[in-house]
């Protein structure tokens, strides 16, 4: 019965004003949400997380090794995204809708559908603590909100495990990143983060959540930090939405 009128409510919601697919526009029917069902049946998913060598570990893991240090006897890192994220293609509007229009049940859509998916997997199942990248305060201040932490704890929430946003700190303004090569997003993040605070419990696997891997340069500086307040044997993975590089 409760449904029923739920179903009602929301009917009547979407007649005043219709909900639309966030990637092609059709109307959503009563039981879509965000997406429509042709394009979450086109939904171009990775599925990274059911291997542990892919093209965004093999990126991540090629940047590792020129990292002196944060080689360690577990050397491969696991990475993985939830889609490919093709500039040209319409799905970019997942993490446009999440980013600049506010729109943050779309973030915690796809993180509890990223998180459920690993928590299937052999490689992140076991994570127990999870990392937002975070956002330095003045632009945290300005968009209301950190795109990667909306993610982040709709993961967390997927997989039974804390969400820590104490950990990890930004500790410099940086540029924003999309008008840079890969040299200069590597240096523009370069110690860029440090870890405010390691006592989170014997830890064994964490987790570093972003929105968008592109170069991978500023999930590298997160790892960086996090390494040195971490050592071996925790494993340090890394988990984003889209991934930039088919
Ligand atoms: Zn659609």
């Not at 915690?108 to 992140?124: D, T, W, Y």
Request: aromatic fraction near 10%; charge should be positive.
């Amino acid at each position: 019965m409760k449904k029923l009128i739920s179903d009602h409510i929301k009917a009547l919601a979407d007649l005043m004003l219709p909900r639309v697919c966030i990637v092609c526009g059709r109307k959503l029917l009563i039981y879509e949400k965000h997406l429509c069902l042709p394009c979450c049946a086109d939904m171009p998913f990775t599925h990274f997380w059911e291997r542990s060598h892919n093209p965004m570990a093999d990126k991540f893991n090629g940047l590792l090794q020129e990292s002196p240090g944060l080689v360690t006897p577990e050397h491969y890192a696991y990475c993985c995204s939830l889609f490919f994220y093709d500039h040209d293609a319409h799905y970019r509007m997942i993490l446009y809708n999440l980013k600049y229009r506010g729109n943050v049940e779309v973030g915690e859509h796809f993180g509890r559908m990223l998180g459920m998916r690993i928590a299937e997997s052999a490689h992140f199942r076991d994570v127990d603590c999870v990392i937002p990248v975070p956002l330095h305060w003045r632009r945290r201040w300005k968009r209301g909100y950190n795109q990667a932490e909306v993610i982040a704890s709709a993961m967390a929430g997927a997989l039974g495990v804390t969400m820590r946003t104490d950990v990890l700190k930004r500790r410099r303004y940086t540029k924003t990143q999309t008008q840079l090569d890969i040299e200069a997003k590597s240096a523009n993040v370069s110690g860029a983060f440090e870890v405010c605070r390691s006592d989170v419990g014997n830890v064994k696997h964490l987790l570093i959540v972003d929105d968008l891997f592109t170069t991978g340069s500023t999930l590298m500086a997160c790892f960086a930090a996090l390494r040195k307040a971490f050592p071996y044997p925790v494993r340090i993975s890394v988990a984003t939405l889209g991934f930039v590089g088919r």
